[in-house]
Structures are given as structure tokens and as C-alpha cells.
């Protein structure tokens, strides 16, 4: 069983650049959230999608877009990069209708902006 | 704003001994909470949550004590093991009438080294 996977795991950008990052939910799965975790602060929330559209949105500047496709995966697409989006950035996948509440995360895609 | 809080960012206990996490949250409207275990380069992994209609949750070596009249919520592990060494968050969420959880706030972990 497949679990939450994420590209690319490593990524170097420029500041001003643009990014896209992907993730593949666990099997079975219907409901991607992405989390960025700065370094020595636990992950914050960053949008929520289910049903191909964005359910819930953290406190994150319209920079930080997504979607998510018909076969549940999902983007993060970050624009006009600046210094402090360098940070781990995490896929979760659950249930829309799951009551555990319990999130499984891939490994992330560590960013770095210069 | 940080509505969760993990006071202590290290904690070193030998192995065999109790070791016991504490976090804290100020928003009355969060029901749910969740601890979250995560190794170096590794997503976190969940480990064990409980319900605010609950005040304790066992699993294995793993329990959650709840005071909601305090805000405050610890992990107890009895007894750690040295594979126990990890970053350890806690994690609060608002379920609601409907039950399923939405976003979740993280703390900003406490760093658990269990010594031989």
C-alpha cells in the first residue's frame, strides 16, 4: 500500500521564481492539505482540497496556489518566490469523511530560495 | 498568534523511565488533538489522539491525559525506548458537530532523546 509521495524531494530556487510542487495521497485517500514547516516550528497550514477545490485556507499570501486532480493528487504552486519560503514543505492526505482526523504525511520537499 | 504551545523544546530521559510531554492551547473551540511523532527526514507519523469528551487514551506504551479546564494535554511513554528519540508535536483541530477534522495547529515539537 502506497503511501503519501511527494516530488521533487529537493529543490534550489531564486528568488523571484516560480514553483510547483506535487503529492500523491495515500491509497484511497480523497483529501490533500499542504503544510510548510520552517525550520524549528512545527508545520503550518497552508490550504485544503477536496472535491478539486480548496475547502480551507491558512493564513498564507494568494502566492500560495494549488489544485488537486480528478484522481485525488494535488499541486502547490508557490509564486514570486521570497527568502522566507525556504522551509519543508508537507503533503497530508486523509478521508473527507474519516472521524479519526489523523493526517498521513509524506516525507516533503525541502525548498530552498536564494 | 500561537494557539498551541510546547513549552519544553528538548527532553532527555533515560531508557526505561517515564517520559511525559506536555503542550498547551488557548483556543476553547478545538475538540480533537493528535501527537505527532517525526524522525529526520521523515513526514511525521501520527502516534495516538484523544477526543474532548475524554480525559485519558491508552495505547500501548502511549497515553494522553486531557485537562480541558487547564487547556493542557500530555503524552506520557512508559517506557521509552531508545527507538522513542524523536521530534514529538502535538496538535489540535475543531471537529465539530459534523465529526470530521479540519485543519490541524501544530506545536512547535519537543525534541525527545531517551538515553541507554
Known amino acids: 500500500d502506497a503511501g503519501v509521495t511527494q516530488s521533487p524531494t529537493h529543490l534550489i530556487k531564486t528568488r523571484g521564481q516560480q514553483v510547483t510542487l506535487r503529492c500523491s495521497p495515500k491509497?484511497?485517500?480523497?483529501?490533500v492539505s499542504w503544510y510548510q514547516q520552517a525550520l524549528g516550528q512545527g508545520p503550518q497550514f497552508i490550504f485544503q482540497?477536496?472535491?478539486?477545490?480548496?475547502?480551507q485556507r491558512g493564513n498564507f499570501p494568494d502566492r500560495f496556489s494549488g489544485h488537486q486532480f480528478p484522481n485525488y493528487s494535488s499541486e502547490l504552486n508557490v509564486n514570486a518566490l521570497l527568502l522566507g519560503d525556504s522551509a519543508l514543505y508537507l503533503c497530508?492526505?486523509?478521508?473527507?469523511?474519516?472521524?479519526?482526523?489523523?493526517?498521513?504525511f509524506g516525507e516533503g520537499s525541502r525548498l530552498t530560495v536564494l | 498568534d500561537q494557539q498551541v504551545k510546547q513549552n519544553s523544546p528538548s527532553l532527555s530521559v533515560q531508557e526505561g523511565r517515564i517520559s511525559i510531554l506536555n503542550c498547551d492551547y488557548t483556543?476553547?473551540?478545538?475538540?480533537?488533538f493528535l501527537w505527532y511523532k517525526k524522525y529526520p527526514a521523515e513526514g511525521p507519523t501520527f502516534l495516538i489522539s484523544?477526543?474532548?469528551?475524554?480525559d485519558k487514551n491508552e495505547d500501548g506504551r502511549f497515553t494522553v491525559f486531557l485537562n480541558k479546564s487547564a487547556k493542557h494535554l500530555s503524552l506520557h511513554i512508559v517506557p521509552s525506548q531508545p527507538g522513542d528519540s524523536a521530534v514529538y508535536f502535538c496538535?489540535?483541530?475543531?471537529?465539530?458537530?459534523?465529526?470530521?477534522?479540519?485543519?490541524?495547529?501544530f506545536g512547535t515539537g519537543t525534541r525527545l532523546q531517551v538515553t541507554l
Open positions: 491509497s484511497g485517500h480523497d483529501t
Open positions: 496538535a489540535a483541530s475543531r471537529r465539530g458537530i459534523t465529526g470530521t477534522a479540519s485543519k490541524l495547529t
Open positions: 497530508a492526505s486523509s478521508l473527507a469523511k474519516g472521524l479519526s482526523g489523523e493526517l498521513f
Open positions: 483556543n476553547s473551540m478545538f475538540d480533537y
Open positions: 482540497y477536496y472535491e478539486e477545490e480548496e475547502r
Open positions: 484523544i477526543s474532548s469528551i475524554k
